[in-house]
């Protein structure tokens, strides 16, 4: 199918897909969730060939861990599903009403947003996710996934989708682009009367050159340049266990700190034993002038790597004279993602949370909790850095715009 049929194919759907039953589309999502665990074999078997040829182009560790399915992450990617069942439907709930002075009553309905095209890279579970999110929020989703992972959202698609139609689902609800040329974004960008908003999760460049690009609304999915603070009140056993998680854990993310800054009055104490520790894990710190008197043979810090994403077991840390320098130097470095500020200080952690204009600021928790999942907010389409037309974890109630339903008894304007 060429990209234009596709399209319309997926516009045909809109309509059948909102006026979908709850019971409907929680009985496709639980068959989706168990599908992926009865044919993990087969999802694994494709996610292996990806895996081969990242390693043959001698792709970074942090680049395969994305690309990497294991069964643990499958049971994850089935539980989402899972959670979505369990979570409202968004379709049709109403934000508000009231009467309105000339008589007649107004409500104000949430609906689905239409169209969504979902470019990403390398990680394949977010096939699963967004799959399942969009099916839910009554949108149809035309999904194009990186070249990189093919193999893997191809397997997961046809996995995901076996039993669509059975389900009373329309056909062209959920679509896979298989053609992985970059000429096909482009194609796919310019296609405004069926597709009605763009979601681009990846790097820098690949959202850059969407928005560029687009002649359909695009929330972006920025880099996460996230920072953590380590404020001189802050219990420092706390705060070396917090910084490590954020940056260890799973670095290839885009809530993984990737910046650290530390108050020059505990420098002295705390960053000789955090960065051996950091160095113990394989991390590679790259430290301002204040941090290379205090700890010896890191790699001399360059302004360039405190904008920097790695994504990756590498971070950038810089001794700071107080809060108010901490957070001006966020606000001018970081992407607006998430940061965080360690302290026992509640005024300090008052000015921080404030004055920090991400869309995510943590006091005494790790970064590694900006997810909708671990908001209690069920599985999320990304983590938006725009204010427009929503901000963080972007979930089922944000896959919604609303629309006016106004009821009367024959009024008319005089």
Known sequence: MNILDL?????????????????????ALRQMANG????QDFILKENKKDIRQAKALSKSSAFIDRLTLNEKRIN??????????????????IIKEWQ?????????????????????ESRPDVTSDC???????????????????????KAIYKVLTSDLVSSGIAGGAINLVTQTEHLIVRQLLKLDHYIDLVIPRGGKSLIHQISRLS??????????????????DADLKMAQNICFNAKVQRPGTCNAMEAMLVHREIAPIFLPKMIKRFQEAGVEIRGCKRTLRFVKGITPAKER????????LILATKVVKNLEEAIKHINNYGSHHSDGIITNNSKAAADFLKSVDSACVYQNVSTRFTDGYQFGLGPEMGIST?????????????LTTYKYVVRGKGQIRL
């Not at 759907?13 to 039953?21: D, V």
């Not at 994850?76 to 709930?93: C, H, I, Q, T, Y």
């Not at 839910?136 to 070249?147: A, E, M, P, Q």
């Not at 790597?305 to 990756?312: A, G, I, Q, S, V």
């Open 36 to 39: 992926l665990k009865n044919h």
């Open 305 to 312: 790597d405190y904008r920097c994403e790695y994504l990756d």
């Open 100 to 120: 309105a002075p000339p008589g007649f009553n107004v409500s104000k309905v949430r609906i689905p947003l239409g169209v969504i095209l979902v470019i990403y």
């Open 386 to 398: 725009d204010r427009l037309h929503c901000r963080g974890p972007m979930t089922l109630e944000d």
């Open 215 to 232: 002649r359909i609304p695009v929330i972006k999915h920025y880099e996460g340049i996230c920072y953590i603070y380590v404020d001189k």
């Open 131 to 153: 799959i399942g999110l969009c099916l839910k929020s009554g949108n149809c989703v035309i999904l194009r996934g990186g070249s990189e992972a093919i193999h893997s959202n």
């Open 76 to 93: 994850e990617m089935s539980r989402s599903l899972k959670a979505l069942v369990d979570l409202a439907d968004p379709v049709g709930d």
């Open 7 to 27: 399209a319309k194919k997926a516009k045909d759907a809109k309509r059948p897909l909102a006026n979908l039953t709850s019971r409907v589309k929680n009985r």
